[in-house]
């Protein structure tokens, strides 16, 4: 998985309390980014980071926030859980050069929230 | 566990035929294309990629082909394994920004 780990792999937690997931590179990448995958959808971009402290949000962010004060961490927070988050979560990165290289996905974290 | 779409378009093949798995891409300013394999329960795994100035790139027993006219992009395996069941999807990343979009895939069957 290109030295990306993901934790917790499984979850499950009830409506209305926070979960933080984690993401953790060791490619010393810039870019790093997080997805969500449904049934039926394409992966949809959460939020990205395109540097420490540099971050923006993607087509599905309402509900999520992220932080960057490590180029090695890009935790994923949901403040309260929603049914609606239930979902499995990637975590992606891409390399130095710039966004327009490869890009590497981390093993996912399923989330269920009830 | 299922990760993926439960009623994504199925391609099934015979073991040792070649497989083409097709995408349509949105955007005519992408410049940047990458196919993933993504097998049950897994993160997606880069396969090959390719810019806009190529029309084809070759890698082990894979080729992707680029039609820019139609925004079109192929995968092609030689020689399909069993090895090679799972969900395949393109994915465009637009000139100039971090963003990519992602296909919603197709399930690849490697029959023996």
């Known amino acids: 998985d290109a030295g990306i780990t993901q934790s917790p792999r499984h979850k499950v937690t009830e409506t209305g309390t926070p979960v933080t997931l984690r993401c953790h590179q060791t490619e010393n990448h810039r870019y790093m980014y997080w997805y969500r995958q449904d049934p039926g959808h394409g992966l949809r971009l959460i939020h990205y980071s395109y540097g420490v402290k540099d971050t923006d949000k993607g087509e599905v962010s309402d509900g999520y926030s992220v932080s960057r004060s490590k180029t090695e961490d890009f935790p994923l927070t949901l403040e309260s859980a929603t049914s609606s988050q239930t979902s499995v979560y990637f975590c992606?990165?891409?390399?130095?050069?710039?966004?327009?290289?490869?890009?590497?996905f981390g093993p996912g974290t399923r989330l269920t929230v009830l | 566990g299922e990760s993926v779409g439960l009623h994504l378009p199925t391609l099934s093949v015979q073991e040792g035929d070649n497989s083409i798995i097709n995408c349509a891409y949105s955007n005519s300013a992408s410049d940047y294309f990458i196919w993933y394999k993504q097998e049950s329960g897994k993160g997606p795994q880069f396969i090959i990629d390719?810019?806009?100035?190529?029309d084809k790139r070759q890698g082990q027993r894979v080729t992707v082909l680029l039609n820019k006219t139609v925004k079109h992009l192929s995968l092609q395996i030689a020689a399909t394994q069993p090895g090679d069941s799972a969900v395949y999807f393109c994915?465009?990343?637009?000139?100039?920004?971090?963003?990519?979009?992602f296909g919603t895939g197709t399930r690849l069957k490697v029959l023996a």
């Open positions: 992606a990165i891409a390399g130095l050069a710039g966004p327009n290289n490869e890009q590497f």
């Open positions: 390719i810019r806009s100035n190529m």
């Open positions: 994915a465009e990343n637009i000139k100039g920004t971090y963003k990519y979009i």
